[in-house]
């Protein structure tokens, strides 16, 4: 996929989608974070994913394009790459409208999100640890068995299904103003999609891109003005682990559309992720704490004003869970 995407087109594909996504994926809660909105001196309002079917999300970008396809499409056999999540959310869509998937998935994926996967009766395939490798890999046995792909972000039906995130931020404010928005980052795929819809509306609003310190590609590729290779590590944020695929219409998108990108260390999720369970008692995994963590870095501009943090997931498994908890002070 390497044909430019424009925001105005994405907006106008997200906002057709939400209704239909909406027949099989109920809203989630967007909602003030009282004890984070007085740390910021802000008005913290979290739309909380993490409380979406499959705990992320991903499910909203795959139920769009698995809804593309027809019952001979998804009965054949859907082909992905996923480090996780985006594997669940096409899990959850054959579950619900029919069909069979393959997914090709890290040989360091989360035990529990790994789990999970099985129980939807997904066929998984374990190669590597870098959506680099898997992602060829994926395509090149759908391509080779007539079977569609489904990718994790690049795709404009996908990117699409995440946008419907601020189509609900947007009822939810009910015409209230909205200063910026704090999304982790990592194809590139909810902040195209959330990012749009929100400029579309919201034309002054404020878009911040959170990523790891130890696995930044899309920051780092913005940077570089051309898609490139990090030297990634293991991070507590594996949801936006991966480097970005070459030609991704994210790529592009991110360029447009993000205003500040916030590259945070591994200690500062730690912490986010502590703080969330600690005052909400809402249970989250390190992606969705990169977002808090990235609006603590930026507190001082954020001061006063009106704040959407997309808390994107909740798929962490116990043993990373108590790693957490047991480091944190």
Same mark, same amino acid.
């Given at each position: 996929?390497?044909?430019?995407?424009?925001?105005?087109?994405?907006?106008?594909?997200?906002?057709?989608?939400?209704?239909?996504?909406?027949?099989?994926? #109920? #809203?989630? =809660?967007? *909602?003030?974070? &009282?004890?984070?909105?007085?740390?910021?001196?802000?008005?913290?309002?979290?739309?909380?994913?993490?409380?979406?079917?499959?705990?992320?999300?991903?499910?909203?970008?795959?139920?769009?394009?698995?809804?593309?396809?027809?019952?001979?499409?998804?009965?054949?056999?859907?082909?992905?790459?996923?480090?996780?999540?985006?594997?669940?959310?096409?899990?959850?869509?054959?579950?619900?409208? $029919? $069909?069979?998937?393959? %997914?090709?998935?890290?040989?360091?994926?989360?035990?529990?999100?790994?789990?999970?996967?099985?129980?939807?009766?997904?066929?998984?395939?374990?190669?590597?640890?870098?959506? &680099?490798?898997?992602?060829?890999?994926?395509?090149?046995?759908?391509?080779?068995?007539?079977?569609?792909? *489904?990718?994790?972000?690049?795709? =404009?039906? *996908?990117?699409? $299904?995440?946008?419907?995130?601020? %189509?609900?931020?947007?009822?939810?404010?009910?015409?209230?103003?909205?200063?910026?928005?704090?999304?982790?980052?990592?194809? &590139?795929?909810?902040?195209?999609?959330?990012?749009?819809?929100?400029?579309?509306?919201?034309?002054?609003?404020?878009?911040?891109?959170?990523?790891?310190?130890?696995?930044? !590609?899309?920051?780092?590729?913005?940077?570089? &003005?051309?898609?490139?290779?990090?030297? !990634?590590?293991?991070?507590?944020?594996?949801?936006?682990?991966?480097?970005? /695929?070459?030609?991704? *219409?994210?790529?592009?998108?991110?360029?447009?559309?993000?205003?500040?990108?916030? %590259?945070?260390?591994?200690?500062?999720?730690?912490?986010?992720?502590?703080?969330?369970?600690?005052?909400?008692?809402?249970?989250?995994?390190?992606?969705?704490?990169?977002?808090?963590?990235?609006?603590? /870095?930026?507190?001082? /501009?954020?001061?006063?004003?009106?704040?959407?943090?997309?808390?994107?997931?909740?798929?962490?498994?116990?043993?990373?869970? !108590?790693?957490?908890?047991?480091?944190?002070?």
């Amino acid at each position: 996929m390497s044909a430019r995407l424009s925001p105005a087109e994405v907006a106008e594909r997200s906002e057709r989608v939400a209704p239909r996504l909406r027949e099989h994926l #109920p #809203p989630t =809660p967007f *909602v003030r974070y &009282g004890a984070f909105s007085d740390e910021l001196d802000a008005e913290v309002l979290v739309k909380c994913e993490h409380l979406q079917r499959t705990g992320s999300f991903k499910a909203r970008g795959s139920m769009a394009k698995i809804l593309t396809l027809t019952d001979a499409q998804r009965h054949a056999g859907v082909v992905t790459a996923s480090t996780g999540n985006h594997g669940l959310g096409v899990g959850n869509a054959l579950a619900t409208l $029919g $069909g069979h998937g393959i %997914v090709y998935l890290p040989e360091n994926a989360s035990p529990s999100k790994v789990a999970a996967l099985r129980r939807l009766g997904l066929e998984l395939r374990a190669e590597g640890n870098d959506s &680099g490798v898997l992602e060829p890999k994926a395509r090149a046995y759908a391509a080779e068995h007539d079977l569609v792909y *489904v990718p994790p972000y690049n795709d =404009p039906d *996908v990117i699409a $299904g995440q946008g419907t995130v601020a %189509v609900e931020i947007l009822e939810q404010l009910d015409g209230m103003p909205l200063d910026a928005v704090v999304v982790a980052v990592g194809g &590139g795929g909810l902040i195209s999609g959330v990012a749009a819809v929100l400029k579309k509306h919201l034309p002054d609003i404020r878009v911040y891109g959170a990523q790891p310190a130890l696995d930044d !590609a899309m920051s780092a590729s913005v940077r570089a &003005g051309e898609i490139v290779q990090v030297d !990634a590590a293991e991070t507590l944020s594996d949801g936006t682990a991966g480097s970005v /695929e070459p030609g991704s *219409v994210t790529f592009d998108l991110c360029r447009q559309l993000v205003d500040d990108w916030v %590259v945070v260390g591994e200690d500062a999720i730690r912490s986010a992720l502590a703080m969330v369970i600690d005052t909400e008692h809402q249970l989250i995994e390190g992606s969705a704490a990169l977002a808090f963590a990235a609006a603590r /870095e930026r507190r001082t /501009e954020l001061a006063g004003k009106r704040v959407a943090v997309v808390s994107c997931g909740a798929n962490i498994s116990a043993a990373t869970l !108590a790693t957490v908890v047991n480091t944190t002070d």
